[in-house]
């Protein structure tokens, strides 16, 4: 069999331009195609090209029913020539992104705008949980544990048991991360200051799961554009270089508690076909709905031993400017907030940010690779999707 | 702790078509889950195919509900009013040895990993069928 089970082929000659990061706000009265809509706009506007220019649309939003991908054409006026909705939550940017190189690299869309936007009424985060998938409606809802607040907390519980973990060490992660959103204008608790006191004095949400561990559900849009790296040349645009990109859903299915995700399963190679490790990377940005999700992805991405995430956000800085591992560096969720599927997208579109020298305040000094990885999808006890990217600066401004 | 509210507020009783069998079994008192009846594969939570062989015949049969707890945790907040009204509300995950992950309410407020369980499956004041997780030396009680 092996021998017909060819190698991904490279994702030489893609360059992924114009990072966006738009209106993120508490709660907003309008639907979702304002905020996807919207960074598309100025996308488009960054790009200097025109909006017909755009021939592929790769979205993912939660709010968005009834319509989905195809009424977006509609509502833009556009005539795309290829379409994709990703459902994949906090692993769709890295998602996204992978489906559009294909297409770009196959010839069947110039342009791809990838997106992820969701807005935040009031309610709407209860009836999404409420009925987040059958599993959930018969096997979690009904245990009072809506939303991914209790499943997570079962999870770190079985973290901390089997790690060592303490809840100070979740604390220096979100500490560094309020620190990083005091340096982003767009994080919606970056005015805020955070100490280890208030972290560990905060009200109690499930298990070892405190306030400070949350995510805060909020609206806004994330995005970026796919094109070739001529084309990029061709309309002088900054660039960044995707060097290799993986996924894999539901592994590990047999563990009893999830203690890791798909990453274990292929990070070797993806650091392989980038040509470079884990020490080769100068900032990381993992999915972190809670910090033990965090403490995993730091682990299962080889910057550690399994079960010695603790260890090691003990002994590095995970500030943008601590010269250790800048980690989640506009923020990440846990202080820029959680805008649906847009967060899948967040780790993603700052990244580029960095790699392109326009970060503002939170810049990491000489940023050249970045780790990105995706999480998602709380179907019933743990979430199934993992995703990773490695980038690389292409051109600077 | 599950009955003894004068309020209004019940657990929620929405299910799928396939999770109203759990309720069914419920009002006998009876852990009824999917099993296949060509491989023999426990299946839970309710779906239309064997997880394992996807064969579509699956019996609700009585499982048996002995298993251990892999993580136990207190809710201290809940978006349903009704578990809002009784926090803390103790939720543990349970592996039965049949084989199935399930998620239950703690019959007891501290029910670690490792503690020895049967499953019981009751009706709730919404007569929707819910798993209680009873440590073992307390069961039948």
């Known amino acids: ?397 | 702790m599950s009955n003894s509210t004068q309020s209004p507020n019940k657990p929620p009783a929405k299910r799928t078509a396939l999770g109203e069998n759990l309720s069914r079994a419920a009002a006998n008192a009876e852990l009824r889950l999917q099993h296949c009846q060509a491989c023999g594969h426990w299946n839970y939570p309710p779906r239309e195919v064997c997880g394992e062989c996807l064969v579509g015949e699956l019996a609700w049969d009585i499982c048996d509900g002995s298993g251990e707890v892999l993580a136990g945790v207190a809710l201290h907040n809940s978006f349903e009013p009704y578990f809002a009204e009784h926090l803390p509300w103790p939720l543990v995950s349970v592996k039965l040895q049949a084989g199935p992950i399930v998620y239950a309410h703690g019959a007891e407020a501290d029910l670690p990993a490792g503690t020895a369980v049967t499953i019981e499956n009751r009706q709730d004041s919404s007569g929707a069928g819910v798993f209680w997780a009873q440590p073992l030396n307390r069961a039948g009680d």
């Not at chain 1, 017909?52 to 319509?67: H, K, N, T």
């Open chain 1, 1 to 397: 069999m092996s021998r017909l089970n060819q190698k991904p082929a490279s994702y030489e000659g893609l360059a992924l331009v114009c990072p966006q990061s738009f209106g993120y706000a508490k709660s907003s009265a309008h639907g979702a195609s304002y905020f996807i809509g919207q960074t598309l706009g100025h996308m488009i506007h960054q790009a200097g090209i025109d909006k017909a220019e755009v021939d592929g649309l790769a979205i993912s939003s939660f709010s968005l029913g009834p319509d989905s991908v195809i009424s977006l054409c509609q509502h833009f006026n556009l005539s795309p020539r290829y379409l994709e909705q990703l459902p994949f939550g906090g692993a769709s940017g890295v998602i996204a992104l992978r489906r559009a190189a294909r297409a770009v690299q196959m010839g069947d869309a110039n342009i791809v705008a990838c997106i992820g936007g969701d807005t935040n009424q009031p309610g709407s985060f209860g009836d999404l949980i409420a009925d987040f998938s059958t599993f959930t409606r018969d096997a979690s809802y009904p245990y009072g544990a809506g939303g991914p607040n209790a499943a997570f907390a079962l999870i770190t519980q079985h973290y901390m048991e089997q790690s060592g973990a303490t809840r100070e060490d979740f604390g220096r992660i979100a500490l560094a991360q309020r620190h990083n959103a005091n340096h982003y204008p767009g994080a919606l608790l970056g005015h805020k200051s955070l100490t280890m006191e208030q972290y560990l004095n905060a009200r109690q949400i499930a298990g070892p799961v405190h306030m400070f561990d949350c995510v805060m559900p909020c609206a806004g849009g994330e995005g970026f554009l796919l094109m070739s790296e001529a084309r990029a040349k061709h309309l002088k645009l900054p660039y960044v270089r995707l060097l290799a990109a993986d996924e894999l859903h539901n592994a590990h299915r047999q563990d009893p508690v999830q203690f890791r995700g798909g990453w274990t399963e292929y990070i070797d190679e993806l650091y392989s076909r980038a040509d470079c490790g884990p020490e080769d990377i100068d900032l990381l940005q993992t999915y972190d709905d809670y910090p033990a999700i965090s403490m995993l992805q730091m682990e299962d991405l080889g910057f550690c031993q399994k079960g010695e995430a603790p260890d090691f956000v003990r002994n590095t800085e995970l500030t943008f400017d601590g010269r250790g591992l800048p980690h989640n560096t506009s923020g990440g969720q846990l202080s820029v907030g959680q805008a649906g599927s847009a967060a899948g997208f967040l780790g993603l579109v700052e990244a580029m940010r960095q790699l392109l020298g326009s970060a503002g305040n939170n810049q990491v000094a000489s940023a050249e690779r970045a780790l990105v990885s995706g999480f998602g999808m709380i179907n019933y006890d743990r979430g199934l999707c993992s995703a990773a990217a490695i980038l690389q600066t292409g051109a600077k401004v």
